[in-house]
């Protein structure tokens, strides 16, 4: 299976590329970043620290896509957009774990996904997405005098807040609670904000060092306190779990997917 990856030249992108040069059945075709990249013309693989793979980093999608079955996309929200519709015209793989995606962007992918097999999720780990199932029965089993906040952190260098796996979580509890998350959900608190509105999401997002990614669903109610938590130690989480979404996504027909989907757990 050849693959592209698009954000190669971040810390994603390159605990993918070295995780493909490790795999049996699997090759890298094409390594894509932005077209301000310093990484462009580089060797993906020795960017990446795996060794000499003769694939040259570029950014040019269409070229690219000439010879692949699907793209590994840790990018941003604009490229991931326009890869998508890519992937729609070349009836192609599609694997999107970029975080920070508008409504719009989401509309957008979902259109492309009438011709392409995307597999979309804020968090490609088997953990964190058995951590979601958990999250959603919980808050279907508790009334709204629990309250629900998430709590997460992640490396100083991260640009998007709240991330896209703590808004994953939350779109757990709000389907446990059978509501809207944009609806329901806190981002923010500063000065006097008032008691706490029944029923409510709230989130909070710490950032510092070089912290991989931790997570927390706090279910506050009279008395007591249940708290469910995953941490990451290791981005390889992620990539191994971007993998193996494109090979199951292969010969699958052309909609939009989820880990749950790739992972059983629908």
């Known amino acids: ?29 094409a390594a894509l970043d932005r077209p301000d990249s310093p990484a462009l013309g580089q060797d993906a693989g020795i960017y990446a620290g795996c060794g000499h793979l003769g694939v040259e980093i570029s950014s040019d999608p269409l070229t690219a896509a000439l010879e692949a079955d699907g793209i590994i996309d840790f990018s941003s929200p604009h490229l991931s957009v326009e890869l998508a519709a890519l992937a729609a015209q070349a009836r192609m793989i599609h694997i999107i774990g970029t975080t ?18 995307i597999v979309q999720s804020g968090n490609m780990s088997l953990g964190i997405n058995l951590l979601a199932g958990l999250v959603e029965k919980v808050a279907r089993a508790l009334g709204p005098e629990f309250d629900i906040e998430i709590v997460e952190m992640h490396h100083r260098m991260k640009v998007d807040a709240p991330s896209g796996t703590a808004l994953l979580l939350g779109e757990a509890a709000a389907r446990g609670r059978d509501v809207s998350l944009d ?46 938590s995953h941490k990451a130690e290791d981005r390889t989480i992620f990539a191994r779990g971007a993998l193996r979404a494109a090979v199951w996504a292969r010969g699958r027909k052309p909609g939009l997917y989820s880990m749950a989907d790739v992972l059983g757990l629908k």
């Open 100 to 117: 920070g995606l508008s409504g719009e962007d989401h509309q957008k992918i979902g259109a492309a996904s009438h011709h392409a097999t």
């Open 1 to 29: 299976m050849r693959l592209i990856v698009a954000g190669a030249a971040g810390r994603m992108g390159c605990a993918i590329i070295d995780l493909i040069a490790k795999t049996p059945g699997v090759t890298l075709a």
């Open 183 to 228: 609806e329901q959900s806190v981002r923010s608190r500063d000065g006097h904000t008032g008691k706490r509105n029944e029923g409510t999401i709230g989130f909070a997002a710490l950032r510092g060092g070089t912290v991989v990614g931790d997570h927390s669903v706090i279910f506050a109610g009279p008395g007591e306190r249940l708290e469910l």
